[in-house]
């Protein structure tokens, strides 16, 4: 079975910032994309960021400029730096991921338990 595990939540003040990580494990063939979706309270679900293997990126409007998603394909990880926090950002942010366990595997999409980041002052 396949993990990925969301580290790096908390608190922080309007204007800090923040680096989420996530950490897949388990048998896996490989993970692409990889990515940052969030949900807040009443709201739906949401992409944040998105990166494939090779490296490409895709953000929401709401965050350019202001989030950078990486990844270390070694270590099937991919983190999150969030810069320039806003309230609105306040969310439960899951980490993505559509898994190969073999190559000849279709690809599974993935989710985390979630890291609670809350901005407030």
């Known amino acids: 079975q396949v993990q990925l595990v969301e580290s790096g939540g908390g608190l922080v003040q309007p204007g800090g910032s923040l680096r989420l990580s996530c950490a897949a494990s388990?048998?896996?063939?490989?993970?692409?994309?990889m990515g940052w979706s969030r949900q807040a309270p009443g709201k739906q679900r949401e992409l944040v960021a998105s990166?494939?293997?090779?490296?490409?990126?895709v953000y929401a409007e709401s965050v350019k400029g202001r989030f950078t998603i990486s990844r270390d394909n070694a270590k099937n990880t991919v983190y999150l730096q969030m810069s320039s926090l806003e309230p609105e950002d306040t969310a439960v942010y899951y980490c993505t991921g559509d898994v190969k366990r073999s190559v000849l595997s279709p690809p599974r999409a993935t989710w985390g338990q979630g890291t609670q980041v809350t901005v407030s002052s």
């Open positions: 990166i494939t293997k090779g490296g490409s990126t």
């Open positions: 388990g048998i896996i063939f490989s993970i692409d994309p």
